[in-house]
């Protein structure tokens, strides 16, 4: 039901879904959400509605806060690369305020 919501047309919706799953992640841990949450997250970077490329940067920006550094590297990194090139501003907009988050929280951890 949460990845249903993900695409809704509604942005409180769609926050409330990054939320639940986020939680689901501190309950069962990161390897649990790497092979349950993060492909299916992150299939959202190739959706035509630009609204829902923006969730996969919102779920990726509250997800890096409680997976381990090395699941972050391995699977957002490069997908906030390619996001990087996207024709819409506000997209590119978000990846670097999803980059600068992540490398404040690690920096903040060391």
């Known amino acids: 039901m949460c990845f249903k919501w993900l695409n809704d047309s509604v942005y409180s ?3 409330a879904s990054i939320e639940n799953l986020k939680q689901l992640t501190v309950i069962f841990g990161s390897k649990w959400a790497e092979k349950n949450i993060i492909t299916r997250l992150l299939d959202l970077k190739t959706e035509g509605n630009y609204l829902h490329r923006l ?3 919102f779920g990726m920006a509250e ?3 409680i997976l381990a550094p090395e699941v972050v590297k391995k699977s957002f990194v490069p997908v906030l690369q390619t996001m990087s090139k996207d024709p819409i501003p506000n997209i590119r907009l978000n990846v670097a305020k999803t980059i600068f988050n992540i490398r404040q929280m690690y920096m903040v951890a060391q």
């Open 63 to 65: 997800l890096s806060k």
């Open 13 to 15: 919706i769609r926050v």
């Open 55 to 57: 969730t996969a940067l």
